[in-house]
């Protein structure tokens, strides 16, 4: 007698329809989200972008600050997105080595990018 038995078609079979529910059920959810997102857009958009400005405004308040009159380069701009991640590690746990860092920086050059061009250079 083997000590292993066969494998049951019954079971193998039930076991995919249950695999291929799961998966439709997921699908459902997926698309029930992204509704959910669309129909509240009115709603939390204004609170999205606000905290945005916010953000960008206390950014270039920390760049002016920061810089003076010189001008602003890559390395420039990555030594204030160090110092900045260094004044809030709250917001960025990770340090340098996390997506919010890179984020960050895009976010530091494209208001320093603005500034420069207020300057004209």
Do not use: C
Request: aromatic fraction near 12%.
């Amino acid at each position: 007698m083997p000590h292993h038995l066969p494998p049951d078609p019954h079971r193998t079979g039930g076991k995919a329809m249950g695999q291929a529910a799961g998966e439709t059920m997921r699908h459902y959810v997926t698309i029930a989200r992204l509704l959910f997102k669309l129909i509240t857009v009115p709603f939390w958009a204004p609170f999205f972008m606000a905290s945005g400005m916010k953000e960008r405004r206390r950014i270039r308040a920390f760049i002016l600050e920061q810089i003076g009159d010189r001008p602003i380069g890559n390395a420039l701009i990555r030594d204030l997105t160090i110092a900045w991640v260094e004044q809030y590690p709250q917001d960025y746990p990770n340090g340098q080595r996390g997506l919010k860092f890179d984020r960050l920086k895009f976010r530091f050059e494209s208001v320093a990018q603005i500034i420069q061009q207020r300057r004209g250079y």
